[in-house]
């Protein structure tokens, strides 16, 4: 995997190949590929390692020209990056494809296909299904059809785009668990992982849905769904701008970035869970070995991510049931620490060029650790290259110092990592099956909190006029607290605190009075109760709450209690996430309430690439 661009025209589709692998490199790669059927009717392929500049460079090289074509840009995950593993992938007869997603059972399918007489000259999973479409191609005569033979024969995740020297005319498409789309253009058609790759040639989009198997010619679309009847797939008009780094309709970018969000989370998951199932593969080849064997993890960042991580430490704890430590970057390079057998170090960074992050991690590698994961969100930068395995999150465009999708897809990638290492210390598929499913209601549930806005946009001119504000929570809350915090700091200037609530009675009840708002996270867990006891001890003060509370806490407005009603049925695994939203709102809205400079606040920027 990672990025699908094709093209069928009565012009040259080269350039529109390749600009769409550009629009697709903040997805991260490793390398980077052409087929193109060329006006002698053959197929033409180039692939490069490196940057989609250099496969550009290729083309300019050996000129390259056809009206029909697939592009891809590969993320390693079965095979290293070479120009051997590159997609796209030809098998005999002149069939061509790319994919996105994990094959789980294409070792079974290399033996059966080895048997058959092909020989494979790269070792990804990718090869195996184009070998496998043009066996059943010779039984079946038609390419279509074997295109929906091999991938009923399928497990795993996959979006599948196949074209043939046999069929000058189409272009086959195949989606279980990972996205593409068609864009629909006048005569001529595209397809693609991602709209932004195709924005530049059209704005109309048909979005084909789970098991569907597609035909797509220059002049019409045919749809077959997973029971192999014809659908109808409306053509949708996307309302998305061709350049991710305009504000569009928004007053600022850290705005439109919050109402992002539901997005940037389906893209870090996308590819990476199908069928109920965490595909580990997505963090590296030899993410299923290093997960085996790790026994405890050790998190390091700075600023919002380590926020990120200080919340997986509660998860990797109580799901994972191993050892977790989670520390600042700043301080944990200045020391010596003792590191106990097997622990995976973790780093995680929006921009992976955070200083005192980089070195953490160069000095992790003389420590004997097991292994480096980054989890960032940026593919060139120095983190991800210097780490064994990667997990990026596909945040997209972070423009707004303040970070907020950056941050909760960082919350989806360690959830992903959370199921993975459960999954590898006895979680039963029954568990790993649930864990998954709270991760896909990420998104809507988030969605459905923007609704939110309107109130905490009233809400936000309570703060206005403040100079202080407390920030509490418990359990995975409080650092979801402490990112409250943050954001208000950052944005507004205002001075504000976060605690775990327990803490309040140790000291920070002598800051409480009238004029210091007090922000709390409430979602209904365990320690809820013992949160409302928590908040009686504010109240008695005279401190004026606001309460981000679950409909079901039995939490409700009072004289000097206001309590704002967040989604229902958000699980334990879920609210970190969640409930950061309104906090990133309220914080967005007293900045413009105090007239400061929202995107690029005093002091502050975006990458701290100096210790």
Aim: aromatic residues 6%; hydrophobic residues 40%; contains cysteine.
């Amino acid at each position: 995997m990672c990025g699908i661009v094709g093209a069928i025209a009565d012009r040259n589709i080269v350039p529109i190949l390749i600009e769409g692998l550009r629009r697709l490199e903040y997805r991260g790669y490793d390398s980077a590929g052409v087929a193109v059927l060329n006006a002698e009717g053959h197929l033409r392929r180039l692939r490069t390692v490196g940057k989609v500049k250099m496969l550009q460079d290729a083309i300019t090289e050996t000129p390259t020209e056809g009206r029909l074509g697939i592009a891809h840009t590969r993320w390693a995950t079965h095979g290293v990056p070479s120009e051997r593993n590159a997609h796209p992938h030809i098998s005999r007869d002149g069939i061509a494809i790319v994919h996105n997603g994990i094959i789980e059972n294409h070792e079974e399918l290399r033996d059966e296909l080895t048997k058959l007489g092909y020989a494979f000259t790269s070792e990804t999973d990718t090869e195996v299904i184009a070998h496998r479409i043009h066996h059943h191609k010779q039984k079946l005569g038609d390419i279509f059809r074997a295109v929906r033979a091999t991938v009923a024969e399928l497990e795993g995740a996959y979006a599948l785009a196949v074209v043939s020297e046999d069929a000058p005319d189409k272009i086959i498409l195949a989606r279980a668990g990972c996205p593409v789309v068609i864009g629909v253009g006048k005569n001529e058609n595209f397809v693609a992982s991602d709209v932004s790759a195709l924005l530049p040639v059209t704005r109309n989009f048909i979005f084909l849905e789970e098991g569907d198997v597609a035909e797509i010619g220059r002049q019409g679309v045919r749809v077959l769904d997973s029971e192999g009847n014809t659908a109808q797939r409306p053509v949708r008009e996307s309302a998305l701008s061709a350049d991710a780094a305009e504000k569009g309709d928004y007053p600022h970018f850290m705005l439109k970035e919050i109402f992002e969000q539901p997005r940037a989370i389906a893209q870090t998951l996308e590819e990476r869970v199908a069928g109920g199932k965490l595909l580990e593969a997505a963090f590296g080849p030899l993410a299923s070995e290093i997960f085996r064997r790790t026994e405890a993890v050790q998190i390091v960042a700075c600023g919002t991510s380590y926020h990120a991580g200080a919340v997986a430490k509660y998860y990797i704890e109580q799901i994972a049931r191993l050892p977790c430590w989670v520390e600042i970057a700043s301080e944990y390079r200045y020391r010596n620490p003792v590191v106990p057998k097997n622990t995976l170090f973790v780093t995680i960074s929006q921009s992976g060029e955070t200083a005192d992050t980089l070195a953490a991690l160069r000095m992790a590698k003389q420590s004997g650790y097991l292994s480096s994961l980054s989890i960032c969100n940026v593919p060139e930068s120095s983190l991800v290259r210097e780490s064994e395995l990667v997990l990026l999150t596909r945040a997209g465009p972070e423009i707004g110092v303040a970070s907020t999708k950056a941050f909760t897809t960082q919350l989806a990638a360690l959830g992903m990592l959370v199921v993975a290492l459960a999954k590898f210390n006895g979680a039963d598929p029954e568990r790993e099956r649930g864990l998954v499913q709270r991760l896909i209601e990420i998104p809507g549930l988030i969605e459905k909190t923007l609704h939110l806005e309107p109130t905490i946009k009233e809400l936000a001119k309570r703060f206005a006029d403040k100079h202080h504000a407390l920030f509490l929570g418990r359990g995975q809350m409080h650092p979801i607290a402490m990112e409250g915090a943050l954001k208000l700091k950052e944005i507004s200037y205002i001075h504000a605190e976060a605690y775990a609530a327990g803490e309040l009675k140790h000291g920070p009840l002598a800051l409480v009075d009238d004029d210091m708002p007090v922000i709390v996270v409430a979602p209904n867990n365990d320690l809820l109760e013992k949160l409302k006891s928590n908040l009686q001890e504010v109240r008695a003060r005279g401190g004026e709450l606001y309460v981000f509370a679950d409909p079901d806490s039995g939490m409700q407005s009072s004289e000097g209690v206001t309590v704002i009603t967040m989604p229902k049925h958000v699980s334990h695994f879920q609210a970190a996430a969640v409930y950061s939203i309104p906090l990133q709102l309220l914080s967005y809205h007293c900045a413009i309430l105090r007239g400061t400079d929202v995107d690029q606040p005093r002091n502050l920027a975006k990458s701290v690439t100096v210790e």
